[in-house]
T-cell receptor
């Protein structure tokens, strides 16, 4: 149990376009979902915390108008990278809190974004 | 604030060697401690966890014991395999941090046959 999926796993887009990444908890309800960004050879950087039915809480330095997060249900959160630029190319990972297990976070497989 | 420090990598070992990756933490409350693993080209997976002092988490031959007196959660494995090559992240979370994970920098492990 406690499986989190992300879609797509890999996306290539042109500069200036928007890209939507979905994060789903497949077999549990997630009260909170987190979005991370991982740069090559570096640790994870928390971008935002997404609570179902409320606005996301963004970390300092993360542009909320550029990285739109919508947590529409207890099993789905989406991250939209608006007007993507090459510097947005990265590995984006989501995680979800398993409500029944308290603080344990389960991670999706990640989405590789390449902006040309 | 809360923080996690883990040994810098890469750590290079031969197959069947004993592994220790050190992890220490600072926290104001009573955190839960985690080890996550990221295999090449893949996302993060929870490897093991411990939620209170003296708990031992174990999985896939890996173990880590929550030591409150030394604020440590060192990862160990008695005999590593090539397939264990990955990046290992130590992390903590607590109610005080609203269950956000506080991450170590990650340690890359390379196992040579």
């Amino acid at each position: 149990g406690a499986v989190v999926s992300q879609h797509p796993s890999r996306v290539i887009c042109k500069s200036g376009t928007s890209v939507k990444i979905e994060c789903r908890s497949l077999d549990f309800q997630a009260t909170t979902m987190f979005w991370y960004r991982q740069f090559p050879k570096q640790s994870l950087m928390l971008m935002a915390t997404s609570n179902e039915g409320s606005k996301a809480t963004y970390e300092q330095g993360v542009e909320k108008d550029k990285f739109l997060i919508n947590h529409a249900s207890l099993t789905l959160s989406t991250l939209t990278v608006t007007s993507a630029h090459p510097e947005d190319s990265s590995f984006y990972i989501c995680s979800a809190n398993h409500r029944g297990l308290g603080e344990t976070q389960y991670f999706g497989p990640g989405t590789r974004l390449l902006v040309l | 604030g809360d923080s996690v420090t883990q040994m810098e990598g890469p750590v290079t070992l031969s197959e069947e060697a004993f592994l220790t990756i050190n992890c220490t933490y600072t926290a104001t409350g009573y955190p839960s401690l985690f080890w996550y693993v990221q295999y090449p080209g893949e996302g993060l997976q929870l490897l093991l966890k411990a939620t209170k002092a003296d708990d031992k988490g174990s999985n896939k031959g890996f173990e880590a014991t929550y030591r409150k007196e030394t604020t440590s959660f060192h990862l160990e494995k008695g005999s590593v395999q090539v397939s264990d090559s990955a990046v290992y992240f130590c992390a903590l979370s607590s109610l005080d941090s609203n269950y956000q994970l506080i991450w170590g920098a990650g340690t890359k492990l390379i196992i040579k046959p």
